[in-house]
């Protein structure tokens, strides 16, 4: 009757009909209101709503029936959190390992793990892994020398000796037992090897010889070298450096009696050097300082 109505209630109208007679007409109304609805959500990669599948973040809506046959928009705030990958590129030492969640690897291969995030998504973790060839060290004799001899791990190497020396060969000065650890450039450690010598004499007696004098030493240039020799026989004497390579030589035939000499290292780095006389009877060694 031209009137809108807003609210449930009961209405009446009058009017007055063609014969002069009131009319009344009573209405019972019931508005259903239509309903809305707001939800914030979070998903992982995806969200299935109402037959659509939404893979990035927004404000959505959709407009369907309630249970009274009206309107009803449900509006939501949607977040999608996507899968996190990462991708490593991992090398470790022979007989090390790495852990990536609740697994532990030690050989090189290609390894997926996933995992689940602090926000409840999938963590996809690609470890790429590269595991060093194993360093085996072994000492060898050669001459009065013994060697460290390397097999696997990767060159340049560098070598600690039980001495404190740090060169690939050495000369040893006493009996005793020896020992070196060997390092490679991806600074991987090989296994301690051990090696006996006893073949070194450093008794004077032993070799025949005297009242050994070197000096000065440590010396920036020129070592005076002095001894006796109480036996006729043949002597080499030798300058090493830490490489085990022969830098003076000097063969001394049928001494029996004085020697003395002087060596000139001027033109040698600062380093130690080994002194090396070899007798008949064994080989008789002393360290020569050089500090310029």
């Given at each position: 009757?031209?009137?809108?109505?807003?609210?449930?209630?009961?209405?009446?109208?009058?009017?007055?009909?063609?014969?002069?007679c009131t009319n009344v007409a009573t209405l019972?109304?019931?508005?259903?209101?239509?309903?809305?609805?707001?939800?914030?959500?979070?998903?992982?990669?995806?969200?299935?709503?109402?037959?659509?599948?939404?893979?990035?973040?927004?404000?959505?809506?959709?407009?369907?029936?309630?249970?009274?046959?009206?309107?009803?928009?449900?509006?939501?705030?949607?977040?999608?959190?996507?899968?996190?990958?990462?991708?490593?590129?991992?090398?470790?030492?022979?007989?090390?390992?790495?852990?990536?969640?609740?697994?532990?690897?030690?050989?090189?291969?290609?390894?997926?793990?996933?995992?689940?995030?602090?926000?409840?998504?999938?963590?996809?973790?690609?470890?790429?892994?590269?595991?060093?060839?194993?360093?085996?060290?072994?000492?060898?004799?050669?001459?009065?020398?013994?060697?460290?001899?390397?097999?696997?791990?990767?060159?340049p190497y560098s070598f600690e000796w039980s001495?404190?020396?740090?060169?690939?060969?050495?000369?040893?000065?006493?009996?005793?037992?020896?020992?070196?650890?060997?390092?490679?450039?991806?600074?991987?450690?090989?296994?301690?090897?051990?090696?006996?010598?006893?073949?070194?004499?450093?008794?004077?007696?032993?070799?025949?010889?005297n009242d050994l004098a070197i000096y000065p030493?440590?010396?920036?240039?020129?070592?005076?070298?002095?001894?006796?020799?109480?036996?006729?026989?043949?002597?080499?004497?030798?300058?090493?450096?830490?490489?085990?390579?022969?830098?003076?030589?000097?063969?001394?035939?049928?001494?029996?009696?004085?020697?003395?000499?002087?060596?000139?290292?001027?033109?040698?780095?600062?380093?130690?050097?080994?002194?090396?006389?070899?007798?008949?009877?064994?080989?008789?060694?002393?360290?020569?300082?050089?500090?310029?």
């Amino acid at each position: 009757n031209g009137t809108t109505y807003t609210e449930s209630g009961t209405y009446t109208f009058e009017s007055t009909n063609d014969e002069g007679c009131t009319n009344v007409a009573t209405l019972t109304l019931t508005i259903n209101n239509s309903s809305t609805s707001f939800d914030e959500v979070t998903a992982c990669d995806s969200y299935d709503w109402n037959g659509i599948t939404y893979t990035e973040s927004g404000t959505f809506s959709w407009v369907g029936l309630n249970s009274n046959g009206c309107d009803s928009i449900v509006t939501i705030d949607l977040t999608i959190i996507n899968t996190y990958y990462l991708n490593n590129n991992v090398s470790v030492c022979f007989g090390e390992s790495i852990d990536v969640g609740i697994n532990s690897y030690n050989e090189t291969g290609t390894y997926i793990d996933t995992l689940t995030s602090i926000n409840g998504c999938d963590s996809v973790v690609t470890t790429n892994l590269t595991i060093y060839s194993d360093i085996i060290s072994i000492i060898v004799q050669s001459g009065s020398d013994i060697i460290a001899n390397t097999i696997g791990g990767t060159s340049p190497y560098s070598f600690e000796w039980s001495t404190g020396e740090t060169s690939e060969t050495i000369t040893p000065l006493n009996n005793g037992e020896y020992w070196v650890i060997i390092n490679d450039i991806n600074s991987c450690e090989s296994d301690t090897s051990f090696f006996i010598v006893d073949w070194t004499h450093t008794s004077l007696t032993e070799n025949y010889i005297n009242d050994l004098a070197i000096y000065p030493n440590p010396s920036i240039d020129v070592f005076n070298i002095m001894f006796n020799c109480y036996t006729k026989q043949d002597i080499d004497l030798t300058v090493n450096n830490m490489l085990g390579e022969i830098i003076i030589n000097e063969t001394i035939r049928n001494l029996n009696g004085n020697y003395s000499s002087s060596i000139d290292m001027s033109q040698y780095p600062n380093a130690v050097y080994i002194l090396k006389l070899t007798t008949n009877n064994g080989i008789i060694n002393r360290k020569l300082i050089l500090e310029k």
